[in-house]
């Protein structure tokens, strides 16, 4: 598969992105206007998410998470390279611990001393509800590449005490700080089964290379009473009412933030509302490290699943807090950038916006770069509807002073759709087209400050039978089968 409009964005990226004009003897300089080309990272047809980092040096890390096929779980993959993506080391398997258990949605990361992380989530084989905000209950787990040398694998959680949502991120010192919501001991044992709605313990950990810190307790959570605490209370004719021995509806779903000078988490999030609003359903909230603030109350059974492309809170070069998000009801569909003030956040600016009122945003991720910098990927159609054939990847750039780039068309998959039909003899007959979708995508910089993405492109195949017969009364008759096939693949692009 070719990307035959890549080359054409390049002097378009650098300028959006305040790139200096290259040397003559840049092989990337405007007047060649090349790139490195396209390579492909993964290798069994069944990619899910994936994630890139770059070190000081200049290597280039990539993991990505991949089935080696339908009936076995989900595998972390790495790899890794030293010429700027050209060519890239063998593939390692990360998370493949015997358990059965898949590989969910991952991140690297590489702290102030070059220790790289690899982090993910374990969880079940057959979960449907997990994604980026993550609301399947999981094992949170982490390598560390250490002199060459990955450390075995440490988890942070166990089963009676499931994570669901979390992100990483650096400190100002350069640690890798982790910060998720899972489901406390206590509330687990009263109610007998994981979930979301009670995931209310949020935890913080600073990640010292294979060895974690002690995890600490983000947002104050009073423990639930014990039976002997609630054998007194009755003893003495003072019971705690159900509420105080059960876990409430007060978990919190698609973390996603940074962490503040002072070493504290501060990160947007989803809660699910509460009993006594009809209206509303689940609510977007910013914890400032101090209080939970809300900024936005979706409509009662919208908020579908978000948990895919969850809210993300970024920082410009001038500290300014932006929440990126697809909005649900905008006339076009669309990704947009809330600047929050005093609590709440100002007006929109589309990032990325279909021109149409049909079109729809399939899938979106957002990234904090380097000096408050942003880049926004969006898979977008046009056409929109069910399974669109015309989903092309868009990324935009924010200098970080508040301004976005013009959406840029890093793919060209409609070029590349093709349809072919052969006849088998017998008027029987065999269909086949392809078409190609874009899914999960990150966007890093370069040692020498130029973009890379890495992302998931999928070619879908629909196949079609045609199979003629005669009934006993001599009436000729067909009959149609369909199938279709995807295949998605994870792609490094280097401009």
């Given at each position: 598969?070719?990307?035959?409009?890549?080359?054409?964005?390049?002097?378009?990226?650098?300028?959006?992105?305040?790139?200096?004009?290259?040397?003559?003897?840049?092989?990337?300089?405007?007047?060649?206007?090349?790139?490195?080309?396209?390579?492909?990272?993964?290798?069994?047809?069944?990619?899910?998410?994936?994630?890139?980092?770059?070190?000081?040096?200049?290597?280039?890390?990539?993991?990505?998470?991949?089935?080696?096929?339908?009936?076995?779980?989900?595998?972390?993959?790495?790899?890794?390279?030293?010429?700027?993506?050209?060519?890239?080391?063998?593939?390692?398997?990360?998370?493949?611990?015997?358990?059965?258990?898949?590989?969910?949605?991952?991140?690297?990361?590489?702290?102030?001393?070059?220790?790289?992380?690899?982090?993910?989530?374990?969880?079940d084989k057959n979960e449907l509800l997990d994604g980026p905000g993550a609301a399947g209950a999981g094992i949170l787990a982490f390598r560390c590449l250490e002199g060459g040398t990955w450390s075995r694998t440490t988890r942070l959680n166990e089963v009676k005490t499931p994570v669901y949502s979390w992100f990483a991120a650096p400190d100002p010192g350069g640690a890798i700080n982790l910060v998720w919501s899972q489901m406390a001991a206590d509330a687990m044992a009263v109610q007998g089964w994981p979930s979301s709605m009670t995931a209310d313990l949020i935890q913080q950990v600073?990640?010292?290379?294979?060895?974690?810190?002690?995890?600490?307790?983000?947002?104050?959570?009073?423990?639930?009473?014990?039976?002997?605490?609630?054998?007194?209370?009755?003893?003495?004719?003072?019971?705690?009412?159900?509420?105080?021995?059960?876990?409430?509806?007060?978990?919190?779903?698609?973390?996603?933030?940074?962490?503040?000078?002072?070493?504290?988490?501060?990160?947007?999030?989803?809660?699910f509302g509460t009993e006594t609003d009809k209206e509303h359903g689940k609510h977007i909230v910013l914890w400032d490290g101090k209080a939970l603030q809300p900024l936005y109350a979706y409509d009662r059974f919208q908020t579908y699943n978000n948990f895919n492309d969850p809210p993300t809170l970024l920082l410009d070069a001038q500290g300014k807090q932006h929440v990126i998000r697809a909005p649900e009801k905008a006339e076009k569909a669309s990704v947009r950038d809330y600047a929050v003030e005093g609590g709440k956040w100002s007006d929109p600016v589309d990032v990325i916006a279909a021109k149409g009122g049909k079109g729809a945003v399939i899938h979106w991720q957002a990234t904090q770069l380097p000096g408050g910098k942003m880049a926004v990927t969006t898979a977008l159609s046009e056409a929109g509807g069910w399974a669109p054939e015309d989903t092309e990847l868009f990324v935009s750039f924010s200098d970080g002073l508040g301004k976005w780039s013009a959406p840029l068309r890093i793919t060209d998959n409609v070029s590349l759709q093709n349809f072919s039909h052969k006849e088998t003899g017998g008027s029987n007959a065999i269909s086949s087209s392809k078409s190609y979708s874009p899914h999960f995508a990150n966007v890093q910089m370069t040692k020498e400050g130029r973009p890379c993405i890495l992302m998931v492109n999928s070619e879908n195949t629909l196949i079609g039978i045609t199979n003629a017969g005669v009934t006993s009364g001599g009436r000729v008759v067909s009959g149609l089968g369909t199938g279709r096939v995807s295949s998605p693949n994870v792609y490094f692009l280097k401009w």
């Open positions: 598969m070719q990307f035959n409009r890549v080359s054409l964005l390049v002097v378009a990226l650098s300028a959006a992105l305040g790139c200096q004009k290259s040397s003559a003897k840049d092989p990337g300089a405007a007047a060649g206007a090349k790139t490195s080309g396209l390579v492909k990272l993964s290798q069994y047809d069944k990619a899910g998410f994936c994630d890139l980092a770059v070190a000081s040096d200049g290597t280039l890390h990539a993991i990505f998470n991949e089935a080696p096929d339908a009936m076995k779980p989900s595998y972390l993959y790495y790899r890794a390279s030293s010429d700027g993506g050209a060519t890239w080391s063998e593939i390692k398997n990360l998370s493949d611990d015997e358990s059965g258990n898949s590989c969910g949605y991952a991140r690297i990361a590489i702290d102030g001393k070059g220790r790289t992380y690899a982090i993910w989530k374990y969880i600073v990640l010292e290379g294979p060895t974690p810190g002690s995890p600490k307790m983000v947002i104050p959570r009073k423990p639930l009473p014990t039976q002997a605490q609630i054998a007194a209370a009755h003893a003495n004719h003072k019971d705690f009412s159900y509420e105080e021995t059960h876990p409430g509806k007060a978990g919190l779903l698609n973390l996603r933030g940074y962490i503040d000078p002072a070493g504290t988490a501060v990160f947007v999030a989803e809660d």
